[in-house]
């Protein structure tokens, strides 16, 4: 072979092992930063493959973001690998280092029972963790758990109100409607401005909060700072209960109910029912209460009205609690007759500011039954039912003489 030629070859091979050479270097220098941003061009590409590789270069570099974006692609019921246990793994790992969108994710993982064992007191504070690092979504969804007692945490109206603020600071829509909620209702020192409530949930309504649409639907059938529109706000709130939003659900139910106060159209039971159910199976325990109530009241089924009451007061749902205590009393639906037992719930529930169980522990405490006779103290209790606007508790005051 030629020399010339020989020579050519050899510069060729040499050009090759430095381009090689060259784009390994330009690789390696990739610091985590730049690694995570190309797997996220390839994500949203939807190549997972290349997506998954450059994202575990980022993470052998410590990127925590790309331990957050390893979960959400093992989260993706797309991507043929899905595991939610894998996805628990990773949020895990980046919560752990205090990502707040992972530690938001993994909090969704317990409270579904995703690739992990469901868990609502974890998932309240992975919840309240992510919130208190700023992530608004977390924010949101801590406002809306303290403000309905889900995930088996009491009401707290005013730490609710905290985190709406927070979220809309931030402009979530969901904060934007929760925040609505405190001002048609006026708790958790927000003062009552039905037209302030209504704008809130036309805002978040438009930027595409399902809450919003069903908030904005519901102050279509009260009347709430616009006139009154019960076919609209009705729709409203289907098309939210259909995309599966859980106060949706609820409230569609509950406008199906014949012992609901709405009148907002003809009752359906068998409707009813079917969204209180869905609700409850998201684990609301105002749709469980209600459930308890419907069987009670129109069905006369009252051992399945223990079943809901019992589900509802585990989640320390205050008129569940105080109903069962009587359901306790009497011995009703299939339970034991247990007046310390009945005390017991009452006194929960009477903590949780609930009248109709100050109501009856203070006529215990009036009598004597179950309790040592302390007519002071049960008046005291009766008085404070009578001034949540407890009817039984007024008449009682009256009956026993007291103003």
Known sequence: MPRLQIHIIRMKKLLLFSAVVLAM?????????????????ALDSGDYAKAIELFNKAIEKNS????????????????????????????????????????????????????VLQNDSIAVGLYATSADKGYAPAQAQMAIICSWGLLSKIEDVEKAVEYAKKGVEQGDVDAKAQLG??????????????????????EASNGGSVLGKVY?????????GVK?????????????????????????????????NWNATTPSTDTAIKYYTRASQQGLSAAMNSLGRLYYLTLGDNKSAVEWYQKAAEKN???????????????????????????ELYEKAASMGNSLAMCALGSLYVYGEGV???????IELIKKAAEKGDEKAKFLLEHFGEK
């Open 372 to 378: 040592p006779m302390d007519r002071k103290k049960g």
């Open 228 to 260: 009154q529109n019960i076919e609209k706000g009705l729709q409203l709130i289907k098309e939210g209960a259909d995309a599966g939003n859980v106060i949706g659900e609820y409230w569609y139910g509950y406008a199906k109910d014949k012992n609901s």
């Open 25 to 41: 270097a330009l690789t390696s220098c990739d610091n985590a930063e730049s690694l995570t941003k190309k797997g996220r061009e």
């Open 216 to 224: 904005l639907g519901r102050a279509y059938i009260k009347g709430t």
């Open 181 to 202: 909620l405190a001002y048609e209702v006026g708790e958790g020192g927000v003062e009552k401005n039905p037209q302030k409530a209504l704008e809130l949930y036309q």
């Open 64 to 115: 925590v973001e790309a331990k957050t974006l390893m979960g959400q692609i093992y989260a993706d019921s797309k991507y043929d690998g899905h595991s939610d246990a894998k996805a628990v793994e990773y949020f895990t790992a980046a919560s752990e280092q205090g990502d707040s969108i992972a530690s938001f994710q993994l909090a969704y993982c317990y409270e579904k029972g995703l690739g």
């Open 317 to 343: 749902h205050a008129d569940a609690t105080a109903h069962l205590g009587s359901m306790y009393y009497f011995g009703d639906g299939g339970l034991k007759q247990s007046i310390p037992t009945a005390v």
